[in-house]
C-alpha cells in the first residue's frame, strides 16, 4: 500500500477510535480511564515526532549548506534570496488582505451564542499560566538576533531562522574559498545530509501510526457542543485557507507551468503528515524528499527555500491570526478603524515571519496581538478549543506554501 493511503487509513482509523472511547462520543471510556490510556495512545506519535526532531537541525544545516555552495557564485546565492524574500513577504500580505475581508464580510463574531462567552470566562482562570510573547525589540536589535553570534546555543535552542542563517554564511564561506580547500567539509555535509534522511526513513516506517495516535488523541479529547457553537469562525478560517490554496495553484499553474492536481498528487504525504502533526518542521524532511523525488526539483533550490520557507513562510498562520483576531474583536464589541485594522495586519505579518514552526505556538503568538487590541482572557479560552483542528489544517497550507514556493523558485530561477 502507498505511503499516502496508510496515512489516510490511519487519519480515518484515528478519528473514528477517538470517537468510540471518547467520554464526549462513544463514551467506551469515562475521563479517569481516558487519562490513564492516552499516554499510550500518544506514544506512537511521540516516537515519531522524536525521530524527527533528532535530525532537523542537522538536515537544515546540511541541506541549506549545500545548496548555496551548487549556486554558481556569491551573486546568484544573493539574487535567489532576494527573490524568495520577496516572494514570501508577498504571499503573506495576500493571505492577510484575505483573512480581513472574509471576517468584515462574514462577520463571524455575530453568531456566538452568549452561553458560550460565560462558559469561555469560567475557562478563562485555568490559563493564567499562558505564554504571553514580549514586546518586540527595536528594529536593530531584531535584525542583530537573526545572526547565530553562539552557534552552539542556537543549534541548542532550536533556533531555526539563526541556524538557517548560520548555514547560509557558511556555504557563502564555502563557496568563496575555493572548491579544492571547501571539498573536506562539503564532503561531510554530504555524508550529513544523506544520515540525515535515512533518518527520514525510518520515521516514515512508523509515519502511518503516528497520525492514528495524533488524531485518536484529539478527538478523544474533543467535545461536539464547541464545534458546532463556533462553526462559523471555524468556517471562515477554512474558507481563507481553501482561498489561499486556490492562489497556490494558480500560481503553480501559470508560472510553474504544472498541472495543479499533478502538483496536489505528488505533495500529498507531506500534506498528510503536515495536517496530523501540526508541525511544519517536523515534516520539513519529508517536504525535502517530496520536492526531489516527486516534484524533480533542483536540489539547490528545494533546499535553499523550504528549509527558509519553514521558518518564515507562514501564511496559513497569518491567516489564521487575522480572522481570529478579528473574530474576537467582533465578539466583544471592540470597533477596530481602518488604520486599527491596517496597523493589526502589520503586526500579523510580523508576528508571522520567523514564528517556529511547531504546534501551538500561533496560539502563544495570538494572545499578545489580542491583548494588545483589548481582548481579554475569555477570548484565548474561547478559540482553545478549536485551536488544534485549525492549527492542523493552518500547518497543511504552510506546507503547500512552502512546496509552491520551490516550485515558483525553481522556473523564475535559471540553473
Not at 20 to 35: A, F, V, Y
Not at 58 to 72: D, E, H, I
Not at 188 to 197: C, D, G, K, Y
Not at 301 to 320: Q, R
Request: charge should be neutral; proline fraction near 5%; hydrophobic fraction near 55%.
Amino acid at each position: 500500500m502507498a505511503l499516502w493511503k496508510k496515512m489516510l487509513t490511519g487519519i480515518f482509523s484515528g478519528l473514528l477510535a477517538g470517537y468510540m472511547i471518547s467520554p464526549h462520543g462513544g463514551q467506551i471510556l469515562n475521563e479517569k480511564t481516558l487519562e490513564t490510556v492516552l499516554p499510550w495512545i500518544s506514544l506512537p506519535g511521540n516516537v515519531f515526532m522524536a525521530l524527527i526532531s533528532m535530525i532537523v537541525v542537522p538536515l537544515v544545516v546540511s541541506s541549506v549548506t549545500l545548496a548555496v555552495v551548487s549556486g554558481r557564485d556569491v551573486e546568484h546565492l544573493r539574487n535567489t534570496g532576494i527573490g524568495v524574500g520577496l516572494y514570501f513577504v508577498a504571499t503573506t500580505i495576500f493571505a492577510v488582505v484575505v483573512g480581513v475581508a472574509i471576517a468584515t464580510i462574514v462577520q463571524p463574531g455575530r453568531y456566538v451564542p452568549q452561553e458560550l462567552l460565560a462558559d469561555a470566562g469560567t475557562r478563562a482562570a485555568s490559563l493564567g499560566d499562558l505564554p504571553i510573547v514580549q514586546d518586540r525589540p527595536p528594529l536593530p536589535q531584531m535584525i542583530m538576533s537573526i545572526f547565530p553570534v553562539n552557534p552552539v546555543k542556537a543549534l541548542f535552542d532550536k533556533a531555526m531562522l539563526q541556524i538557517v542563517i548560520g548555514a547560509v554564511l557558511l556555504g557563502v564561506a564555502l563557496l568563496s574559498i575555493g572548491q579544492k580547500r571547501a571539498a573536506p567539509l562539503v564532503s561531510f555535509m554530504e555524508s550529513l545530509q544523506a544520515v540525515s534522511m535515512k533518518f527520514v526513513d525510518w520515521a516514515m516506517l512508523i509515519a502511518p501510526y503516528a497520525v492514528f495516535s495524533f488524531l485518536c488523541g484529539l478527538t478523544a479529547q474533543l467535545g461536539v457542543d464547541t464545534l458546532k457553537a463556533m462553526s462559523v469562525y471555524m468556517g471562515c478560517v477554512l474558507a481563507g485557507l481553501l482561498a489561499l490554496l486556490a492562489f497556490y495553484l494558480t500560481l503553480v499553474t501559470v508560472i510553474g507551468r504544472r498541472s495543479p492536481l499533478l502538483f496536489l498528487k505528488h505533495i500529498r504525504d507531506a500534506q498528510i503528515l503536515a495536517f496530523s502533526s501540526s508541525s511544519s518542521a517536523a515534516t520539513m524532511p519529508i517536504t525535502l524528499r517530496v520536492a526531489e523525488d516527486n516534484l524533480k526539483l533542483r536540489p539547490e533550490i528545494a533546499d535553499f527555500v523550504i528549509p527558509l520557507g519553514t521558518t518564515i513562510n507562514m501564511d496559513g498562520t497569518a491567516i489564521y491570526q487575522m480572522i481570529a483576531a478579528l473574530f474576537l474583536a467582533q465578539v466583544f464589541g471592540i470597533d477596530l478603524t481602518l488604520t486599527e485594522t491596517c496597523v493589526l495586519a502589520v503586526t500579523i505579518v510580523g508576528a508571522s515571519v520567523g514564528s517556529p514552526g511547531t504546534p501551538g505556538v500561533g496560539l502563544v503568538i495570538l494572545s499578545t496581538i489580542l491583548h494588545n487590541i483589548g481582548v481579554t482572557a475569555e477570548g484565548i479560552a474561547m478559540i482553545l478549543a478549536v485551536d488544534r483542528i485549525l492549527d492542523m489544517c493552518r500547518t497543511t497550507i504552510n506546507v503547500t506554501g512552502d512546496l509552491t514556493a520551490s516550485v515558483v523558485m525553481n522556473k523564475l530561477i535559471k540553473p
